[in-house]
């Protein structure tokens, strides 16, 4: 009766496995007494009949597209993994169903009415600190085979394994990253650990997926001040946010002012290289002019010289008493008529 139980709380099923007995020895008796022979008769194929009925009725049996048999004979089990119908002997052979679509639980919370469960999820993590942590996972049953005969009960085989992965992966992590960041990380490395312990236990069950629902700080103090940091963090990434987009913004405008500056220098450049060959190819040809006739040259250049400086210059001639001052325009001595002399005398 127990194994009953626990074979439906597993999702299993047990079919052929009760005992029929047949009493053929108390024979009913009519009122007069003995029956006669055709009472007998009749009694005979009644009963062979019922005794056919039953024997075909435990001789077949069905498999659904989601599910996988086990079939018993003398305690040997074949698995039955064909879905249709199906034969075997009757109350010889003994037919066990296994579920084998994906199944799940919850772990710090209860899935039916939404109430949490903190001795499963009151976790501690790297950094000292107190976390509530819901979990939701879900397996199946990979071999009927040995989810029904490696274990007493591998649901609660594949429950005890993950809350042990998950407590050991969470006191590893800071609680920043279990309440924020961290979470995919973390769901990556428990569903790692649980499918190796179970290919250690080899009871028949296969982990599909397992995921965080939900984690917060254990009282609300401690959530305010998460939410107070959480907010920081976002107003950071916002500061951060607006002095990239600043950046990008200026850097093209400094970029194109800084190309400005270097083509302006290297046109600067260019008119100084070219205005420099000239001058020195100018140069050259005043030079070798003066190599033919040097005293002429000289004399030529001095006079071009002076028509250069002496136009912007004046020249004051004082007396030696220094009372009489006279200023004279140099234009006078190029033979200028239009310019007139000025004297003042000081007294």
């Known amino acids: 009766m127990n194994d009953s139980k626990r074979n439906r709380a597993n999702g299993f099923e047990t079919l052929g496995g009760g005992k029929t007995n047949f009493n053929f020895n108390n024979r009913p008796q009519s009122s007069g007494g003995s029956l006669n022979g055709g009472s007998l008769k009749i009694l005979g194929v009644i009963a062979l009949v019922i005794l056919l009925l039953v024997v075909a009725f435990n001789s077949a049996y069905k498999i659904g597209e989601q599910e996988q048999g086990v079939l018993v004979t003398f305690g040997k089990a074949q698995p039955i993994t064909d879905p249709g119908l199906h034969f075997k002997i009757p109350f010889v052979q003994q037919i066990r169903k296994v579920n084998t679509t994906i199944q799940g639980f919850s772990i710090g919370y209860?899935?039916?009415?939404n109430q949490t469960n903190e001795t499963e999820?009151?976790?501690?993590?790297?950094?000292?600190?107190?976390?509530?942590?819901d979990f939701f996972v879900e397996y199946r049953y990979s071999d009927p085979v040995k989810a029904l005969y490696a274990s007493k009960?591998?649901?609660?085989?594949?429950?005890?394994?993950?809350?042990?992965?998950?407590?050991?992966?969470?006191?590893?992590?800071?609680?920043?990253?279990?309440?924020?960041?961290?979470?995919?990380e973390?769901?990556?490395?428990?569903?790692?650990?649980?499918?190796?312990?179970?290919?250690?236990?080899?009871?028949?069950?296969?982990l599909v997926n397992i995921t965080i629902q939900d984690s917060e700080p254990p009282t609300a103090t401690i959530m305010e001040a998460f939410k107070a940091v959480e907010t920081a963090k976002q107003g950071k990434e916002t500061s951060l946010n607006n002095a990239n987009k600043y950046r990008n913004e200026q850097i093209p405008s400094a970029q194109a002012r800084a190309d400005g500056i270097k083509k302006t220098a290297e046109a600067q450049k260019t008119e100084r290289i070219n205005e420099?060959?000239?001058?020195?190819?100018?140069?050259?040809?005043?030079?070798?002019?003066?190599?033919?006739?040097?005293?002429?040259?000289?004399?030529?250049?001095?006079?071009?010289?002076?028509?250069?400086?002496?136009?912007?210059?004046?020249?004051?001639?004082?007396?030696?008493?220094?009372?009489?001052?006279?200023?004279?325009?140099?234009?006078?001595?190029?033979?200028?008529?239009?310019?007139?002399?000025?004297?003042?005398?000081?007294?």
């Open 276 to 347: 420099a060959k000239a001058q020195v190819a100018r140069f050259n040809a005043m030079y070798e002019e003066y190599v033919k006739n040097p005293s002429m040259t000289k004399q030529r250049m001095f006079y071009e010289t002076m028509e250069d400086v002496l136009p912007s210059l004046k020249v004051i001639i004082e007396s030696g008493d220094g009372k009489t001052q006279t200023i004279l325009p140099l234009e006078s001595f190029t033979g200028n008529t239009s310019v007139t002399t000025t004297e003042s005398v000081t007294q």
């Open 153 to 184: 009960n591998p649901t609660e085989i594949l429950k005890n394994v993950s809350k042990s992965c998950i407590r050991t992966v969470i006191s590893g992590y800071p609680v920043d990253s279990v309440l924020t960041t961290g979470k995919g």
């Open 110 to 113: 209860d899935a039916n009415t």
């Open 121 to 133: 999820s009151l976790m501690i993590t790297s950094d000292y600190n107190f976390v509530n942590v």
């Open 186 to 206: 973390i769901q990556a490395s428990i569903k790692e650990r649980i499918i190796a312990d179970l290919e250690k236990q080899d009871i028949g069950v296969q």
